[in-house]
């Protein structure tokens, strides 16, 4: 492979000068092109000298087909690779679609189910399990302060507010506390 230079040059903004300068370099390319598919061939494809005898022909194309066999072989044996290669390619892209989740979910609706069904739904119609959630709750018993009766049992609250008027219901309020 040759080292292709490429110079940049100022170009004005002209289009057909810059259509033949694109032109000319293209052309150059191709030149350069043919000058190493010639090369090429030279070095790899030594010139083909024919015998002059029939044996000498024969032999000569025992050992092309030889070669074209074994080229045969290796192509196969590429292509092989190559196909082997694309199935493998394409089932991992099958598994990161599948991974993204692509697919859409389906949209959920509300269902009322008692708690008993839903773990029948869940475990399946063998296991009898009963949830009855008030079974297992304590029982416990209020009590009821003295204070808070006294203080739910205010009464009347115009009664409470003459009881507290005046110097003797002050008293009173100051004893109580004490």
């Excluded at 000319?24 to 030149?31: C, T």
Aim: net charge neutral.
């Amino acid at each position: 492979v040759s080292e292709k230079k490429t110079f940049y040059k100022l170009i004005p903004c002209n289009s057909t000068l810059m259509l033949s300068i694109a032109k000319g370099l293209l052309e150059e390319e191709a030149k350069e092109n043919e000058q190493e598919r010639i090369r090429w061939m030279e070095e790899n494809c030594p010139p083909l000298s024919l015998p002059g005898g029939t044996q000498q022909l024969m032999e000569f194309l025992k050992e092309l087909h030889h070669k074209i066999d074994v080229i045969d072989e290796e192509r196969y044996d590429l292509e092989n690779k190559v196909n082997k290669s694309t199935k493998e390619i394409e089932d991992l892209n099958i598994k990161v679609i599948d991974l993204k989740g692509k697919f859409k979910k389906p949209t959920l609706r509300k269902v009322r189910m008692s708690a008993d069904a839903m773990l029948q739904a869940l475990l399946g119609s063998k296991h009898k399990v009963s949830m009855d959630l008030r079974a297992n709750l304590k029982q416990v018993k209020k009590e009821v302060k003295e204070e808070d009766k006294e203080l739910r049992n205010v009464g009347d609250w115009r009664q409470n507010i003459e009881d507290k008027s005046g110097m003797d219901g002050r008293k009173k309020m100051f004893e109580s506390e004490s």
